[in-house]
């Protein structure tokens, strides 16, 4: 169990480009979110599968965003027409619900930077 | 519209002291409230939890106490040590959603 994993940590775009980041997850966990911080402010939630399912979606999540999670392992949330507002944080967390007592583990980022 | 709120951007507290970090929230159907600790380039890292059918949880040093009628969510750390000293969010989830809602955090520093 390495954690979850994103790629990359950091990232530089000019404005109107696409990105891309990568979430590997827990191997054990079903259920992977994204979520964006940005600075100044708590993570906000962006959306949620269970395996390869999209099961939420949030209203921050412009159809300038896309996510997926083809075989329900890994995820990547894409990001075109890149904007300076979506400087960020980016989150991926993932969890495995049992019970009540449950909390997500959170990777460790990837800082997205449009200038 | 913030429905979890950390109305102390920080606090500053004395080794071995008790530190108490406060949260609020608005939205009656939250049923299940978690505090994480962040490190300066890390994610998130999930403390402790409580279910709105408690008051109280405790782990070793972390105490969380819930008040229903107030809607007000509170983290003791008996006693504060330096490596403490880092953003704490508290978040709320509803029974029926898959998000957390979080607040905006509040800088811990513990003073050797």
């Known amino acids: 169990d390495t954690g979850v994993s994103q790629n990359p940590r950091h990232k530089i775009t000019k404005r109107g480009q696409n990105v891309t980041f990568r979430c590997d997850p827990i191997?054990?966990?079903?259920?992977l979110y994204w979520y964006r911080q940005t600075l100044g402010q708590g993570p906000e939630f962006l959306t949620y599968f269970q395996n390869e399912a999209q099961l939420e979606k949030s209203r921050l999540l412009s159809d300038r965003f896309s996510a997926e999670r083809p075989k329900g392992s890994f995820s990547t949330l894409e990001i075109q027409r890149t904007e300076q507002g979506d400087s960020a944080m980016y989150l991926c967390a993932s969890s495995q619900r049992t019970g009540k007592n449950y909390g997500y583990t959170f990777g460790s980022g990837t800082r997205l930077t449009v200038v | 519209d913030q429905q979890v709120k950390q109305n102390s951007p920080s606090l500053s507290v004395q080794e071995g002291r008790i530190s108490i970090l406060n949260c609020d929230y608005t939205n009656s159907m939250f049923d299940y409230f978690l505090w994480y600790k962040k490190y300066p380039a890390e994610g998130p890292t999930f403390l402790i939890s409580i279910s709105s059918i408690k008051d109280k949880n405790e782990d070793g040093r972390f105490t969380v106490f819930l008040n229903k009628s107030a809607k007000h969510l509170s983290l003791h750390i008996v006693p504060s040590q330096p490596g403490d000293s880092a953003v704490y969010f508290c978040?709320?989830?509803?029974?029926?959603?898959?998000?957390?809602?979080f607040g905006t955090g509040t800088s811990l520093t513990v003073i050797p």
């Open positions: 191997s054990e966990h079903n259920r």
């Open positions: 978040a709320a989830s509803l029974s029926t959603g898959n998000q957390f809602y």
